[in-house]
Structures are given as C-alpha cells and as structure tokens.
C-alpha cells in the first residue's frame, strides 16, 4: 500500500509559481506512475499532469503546457509539479495519485489506486 501526502498549495496572484510536493510512504514507489489531479468546484476531477515510473515520460493536459512541469525523485519518494505563470482558472484542489499500471502517463481517476488528500491551490486574478 501507498499513503501520498500532498504540501506546497496556498493562495497567489496570477502570474506567480507554486511548487506542489507528494511524499510517498512505501518501498515500491519507483513502481508506480504518477499523475497530479485537480477538482474546481462543480467541475469534474482532471488529470492535470502524469509520469511514469521510471521518470522518462511525462504528460500535460493542454492547459498547463508551458507552464507546469511535473518530475519525480525515487530515491526521495516524492513527486513535484512545478506551476509557472499562474492563472485564476488553475484554482482548484490538487490531489497526487498513483497508478500500479508503471507505464501510464494518461489515464482516467479510477485507473488510479492511491490518492492524497489534496492541496489547495487559489489564484486571485
């Protein structure tokens, strides 16, 4: 089993840089892909970012490319998004997720086994 704790959101103008941090418990971590996932109010939950286990692959949804950047460490067991030039729309809950499928970039929230229990990010305009 995996427990993912999410940190690093707050509150920010637009135009500022987050970093969002997802410290995984567990000796199996370099196992599972990674996806960062976020949920605005009344809107459905969407993959925002993903990586797969090894590091070498990554995807962004259309949104935030350019702008985030998600990388992993193995050896420290966590998983970063890095989030540039922010805008008002990129408000919302972020949550971590792993997936047991390794080499999935891209999947849909049931493909995912574990979750955090987010972290809010809010963007004044």
């Known amino acids: 089993q995996v427990q993912l704790v999410e940190s690093g959101g707050g509150l920010v103008q637009a135009g500022d840089s987050l970093r969002l941090s997802c410290a995984a418990s567990?000796?199996?971590?370099?196992?599972?892909?990674m996806g960062w996932f976020r949920q605005a109010p009344g809107k459905e939950r969407e993959l925002v970012a993903g990586?797969?286990?090894?590091?070498?692959?990554?995807y962004y949804t259309d949104s935030v490319k350019g702008r985030f950047t998600i990388s992993r460490d193995n050896a420290k067991n966590t998983v970063h998004l890095q989030m540039n030039s922010l805008k008002a729309e990129d408000t919302a809950l972020y949550y971590c997720?792993?997936?047991?499928?390794?080499?999935?970039?891209?999947?849909?929230?049931?493909?995912?086994?574990?979750w955090g229990q987010g972290t809010q990010v809010t963007v004044s305009s």
């Open positions: 997720a792993a997936t047991r499928w390794a080499t999935v970039v891209r999947g849909p929230p049931a493909q995912y086994d574990y």
């Open positions: 567990g000796r199996t971590f370099s196992s599972y892909a």
């Open positions: 990586i797969d286990y090894s590091g070498a692959n990554t």
